[in-house]
């Protein structure tokens, strides 16, 4: 089962994908479904099922018409925190034999993005009841942050760069007695600015407070432990850049329960109410490939089990708000 969420006369309400052409709306959104699973201990899919009415959509126009949102919203913007980690990906056959190769040098001549994928790959996958390695560990913002599909994605004009990271997004709500409930994933574009990371990975956090971007759709259903997807880049029309990535358990370092344990083992991440946006990494970037994205360039990003394609694209912002902090 997949849900969209989207505007119709001027309210946000979910819907059921029935196929590529037609959604069917259900009576309110997806943060009050949920909330209602919660309460009345069903299953998303009983409630969903349960609250369906019999408007249906063009799917298409909905795309056209810019009335697609993210496919999990909080009313309240600043309870929703968007935030991800890194190193978690094995990437293709390649890449994965040469970190293992540089994973085999001793622990002084090792960076320290090096250390962190190898202890992820030694111990991401911890047995059950066990904890594994800590992942590398970023905050994006709260929902304001996050950009519908469809939708520019906004960089600023201090930002070095604005690129593509095509990635798993776990989407989450948090119960009354503080357990974290998760809903499903989506498809994700946690865009970075590369370019400011790469000069000292200690501004690793500047360049991930940026927009991004996740949906259309939410699967509810169990995720597949690998899948096969395709990140693109079109400029007019044309495609400027594609690569096929993987991503799933079976394709990580980590496994999910493993990143969402230490994410969630700090209590300020378990306050009741609050909605979750949890990025699970990637391996394939067009940064890898020097490509500079510009303005117009449209990201898609695509994997077949979750429906729609996630397409956004660039805008530079001219100037941003002037910052001036004044004494009381």
């Not at 998303?44 to 496919?71: F, G, H, K, N």
């Not at 904890?131 to 930002?159: H, I, M, N, R, T």
């Not at 990975?201 to 259903?221: I, Q, T």
Request: glycine share 8%; charged share 25%; aromatic share 8%.
């Amino acid at each position: 089962m997949r849900l969209i969420q989207c505007l119709h006369e001027n309210r946000l309400y979910a819907a059921l994908v029935e196929s590529e052409d037609s959604v069917r709306l259900a009576d309110t959104d997806t943060y009050h479904l949920a909330c209602d699973a919660m309460s009345s201990g069903r299953s998303m899919t009983e409630v969903v099922e349960s609250r369906l009415t019999e408007t249906r959509l063009d799917y298409a126009q909905l795309v056209e018409t810019r009335r697609l949102m993210p496919p999990l919203t909080h009313p309240d913007p600043a309870h929703c925190l968007v935030t991800g980690t890194g190193l978690t990906h094995l990437g293709s056959a390649d890449a994965r034999s040469a970190m293992h190769a540089k994973a085999q040098a001793s622990d002084e001549d090792l960076t320290d993005s090096m250390r962190m994928f190898k202890l992820g790959v030694e111990n991401g996958k911890p047995a059950a009841g066990k904890v594994g390695a800590q992942p590398e560990w970023f905050y994006k913002g709260d929902g304001d942050c996050v950009v519908p599909p469809e939708a520019p994605l906004p960089s600023p004009s201090f930002a070095q760069d604005g690129g593509e990271e095509p990635e798993l997004a776990g989407l989450y709500l948090i119960d009354d007695n503080g357990r974290p409930r998760r809903l499903g994933f989506a498809v994700g574009n946690e865009f970075s600015d590369h370019v400011t990371e790469r000069f000292n990975y200690l501004w690793l956090a500047h360049s991930k407070l940026r927009v991004c971007s996740f949906g259309p759709e939410l699967l509810l259903d169990e995720l597949p432990d690998h899948l096969e997807g395709l990140s693109r880049i079109t400029r007019r029309q044309e495609t400027l850049w594609e690569k096929p990535f993987l991503t799933g358990e079976r394709n990580m370092a980590h496994s999910l329960a493993n990143l969402e344990y230490h994410h969630f083992k700090y209590p300020g991440f378990r306050r009741p109410g609050d909605v979750h946006v949890h990025f699970f990494g990637t391996a394939t970037l067009s940064f890898a490939d020097a490509i500079q994205a510009q303005e117009g360039d449209r990201f898609e990003i695509e994997i077949p089990a979750f429906g729609r394609p996630l397409r956004n694209p660039l805008t530079h912002r001219a100037e941003d708000d002037e910052v001036e902090v004044i004494p009381l």
